[in-house]
């Protein structure tokens, strides 16, 4: 999808380029643009793997360290979805990144009246340690990094995640999980949220806490740009909302007497890619910078390791389109080839069929092979950084960074993000954008081709995965079993300990993993948290 302005004149030729940033893009740049913007090599470049990594996190890049794929995956039942695992790592998937069902995100058993129609539809259903133990049966978890896409009720995941691990004999300290676990972005941008702001963060401080000691090899949360980028906004505030939300996370930990370099380390983000190819490149590049900046000079984080920016770069669902499907493919294409370029550790992307719903095994396996075409055939891996020095990319990363440095500058003047979240600035921001980017759709402003322009009277046909209906029974049918079979007496007990930890402000974690191992259900997890924190109440934010 186009996401800058082309200004033409009357003779139809390119006058003006705006970016979605607001950033004009000149025809011609040369060292006096870089003069301009104030770049100095050594302080905003530097080597790659060296501070502030603007070039990239490893020194070598892509020669020493290839990136992991993580194509999306999951639905139906936990059976179902196992075997999508096996067939996508049969083709050299090297990471999984799990979807979960929109009652699980919401904390609610598959047998909740709440949850009828949507039971394994978007994602897998889970209700209890006994879908987990059948989804991750032969995954060897001990070479296979694990995204838990899931937030609202992460920390119950996570406890379950390690249960599973521990059942099939692999060590703690072995096992690697990423749960997305972002709460403040489903304020923002997505909506599934269930516990009120303070609460919910107070959640997140106790899954990144207990990992550190617990879970050393799992970076407890990922701090997702993305959504918000979905939502609406532009990359510059995707950033700047990232690095703010991540910053109300880190003071969290920082409040409980832990150092910053003790568990900043675990923080993973997950950022889009869509839009316009130098933009993205910009971002990535800025926001590496940015980063290893606010953790030095705002918290006082020391070691180099702390100051890397890691996560997934990838996704662009919201650049795909339901009129002629098979262009996706080609866009798809072009936005891993931004995030190779901007210097992605791993990455995703969006199926040329998710406009419609969730992939079938094929546009999965599409997507998969788009990433590995990129690192074995095109040479993505033969130069690090290789649009470094650029007149053109030097002065628009500059700018950029400086942009979201004036962005994080407004939510700090607003008393951070929990408060810009709770008076509904940020909702405001992000929706007045979308406006204005789908208002130059419309106009034409904006081109999507197949969309705007270069538009066909007949719709394409294309192939699209079919919900299974019987799935729904056959998981709640799993577990009304579970909670006959199970000791309820343990599950009782677990989950008035769970209650009074809550009460007490003790760290949740280890009494989720006791009620998970007796087999008490999600709904019944997050009840004990309703009843303890009660539920978020979204701001009228017009």
């Not at 296979?144 to 099939?168: D, P, R, W």
């Not at 339901?322 to 969006?350: F, H, V």
Request: some cysteine; charged content about 25%; aromatic content about 10%.
């Amino acid at each position: 999808m186009g996401v800058a302005k082309y200004i033409k004149n009357e003779k139809d030729e390119v006058q003006d380029v705006i970016l979605q940033s607001g950033i004009r893009i000149k025809p011609v740049y040369t060292q006096k643009d870089l003069e301009e913007v104030g770049f100095d090599p050594a302080q905003d470049l530097a080597f790659p793997g060296e501070y502030p990594f603007t070039r990239g996190i490893h020194s070598q890049g892509y020669r020493s360290r290839e990136w992991t794929t993580r194509q999306y995956t999951g639905f139906g039942t936990p059976q179902e979805t196992n075997e999508r695992f096996k067939l996508m790592i049969s083709h050299g998937q090297t990471g999984l990144n799990v979807a979960f069902d929109l009652p699980t995100q919401m904390g609610l058993d598959s047998d909740d009246p709440m949850a009828e129609g949507e039971v394994g539809r978007v994602g897998m259903a889970i209700d209890s340690l006994r879908d987990f133990e059948i989804a991750f049966k032969d995954i060897p978890l001990d070479r296979i990094g694990v995204g838990l896409t899931i937030n609202a009720v992460a920390s119950i995941m996570l406890a379950m995640f390690q249960a599973t691990a521990e059942k099939y004999g692999f060590k703690k300290d072995r096992v690697s999980a990423t749960p997305q676990n972002d709460i403040l972005k489903e304020m923002i941008g997505r909506g599934a949220w269930i516990f009120p702001v303070k609460p919910a963060v107070r959640l997140i401080g106790d899954t990144i806490e207990y990992s550190m000691k617990e879970l050393p090899r799992t970076n407890p949360v990922s701090v997702c740009g993305y959504h918000i980028r979905e939502s609406g906004c532009s990359p510059v505030q995707e950033i700047a909302y990232a690095f703010q939300i991540a910053n109300t996370y880190i003071e969290e930990v920082l409040r409980r007497g832990h150092s910053i370099d003790d568990f900043v380390r675990g923080f993973t983000f997950n950022i889009n890619v869509f839009g316009n190819l130098w933009e993205q490149v910009a971002k990535f590049r800025a926001a590496r910078k940015l980063w290893a900046k606010n953790l030095n000079e705002r918290y006082g984080a020391k070691d180099n390791r702390s100051l890397l920016l890691r996560g997934i770069f990838g996704g662009g669902g919201y650049g795909m389109a339901k009129a002629q499907p098979e262009n996706n493919i080609i866009r798809g294409a072009y936005y891993a080839l931004a995030a190779a370029l901007g210097g992605a550790q791993t990455t995703a992307l969006c199926s040329f069929d998710e406009a419609y719903t969730i992939p079938t095994p094929r546009a999965a396996l599409l997507s998969l092979r788009t990433f590995q075409i990129l690192m074995e055939e095109i040479g993505m891996r033969d130069t690090v950084d290789p649009l470094a020095g650029s007149y053109f990319i030097e002065t628009l990363t500059k700018q950029m960074e400086e942009k979201m440095i004036e962005e994080m500058k407004k939510v700090d003047e607003m008393g951070g993000m929990i408060k810009a979240v709770e008076t509904g600035y940020v909702q405001r921001e992000v929706a007045r954008q979308a406006y204005e980017f789908e208002k130059g759709v419309q106009k034409g402003e904006l081109i999507k081709v197949g969309v705007n322009k270069y538009t066909e009277g007949e719709e394409m046909e294309v192939e699209l995965h079919e919900y299974r209906t019987g799935s729904a029974e056959e998981q709640i049918q799993r577990t009304k079993a579970v909670r006959r079979e199970r000791d309820n007496r343990k599950v009782t007990q677990s989950l008035k300990e769970l209650e009074q930890a809550a009460k007490a402000e003790k760290n949740v974690m280890p009494y989720l993993l006791e009620c998970c191992k007796a087999y008490a259900t999600v709904g019944e997890m997050t009840k004990v948290f309703k009843e303890v924190f009660g539920e978020f109440k979204e701001p009228s934010i017009f």
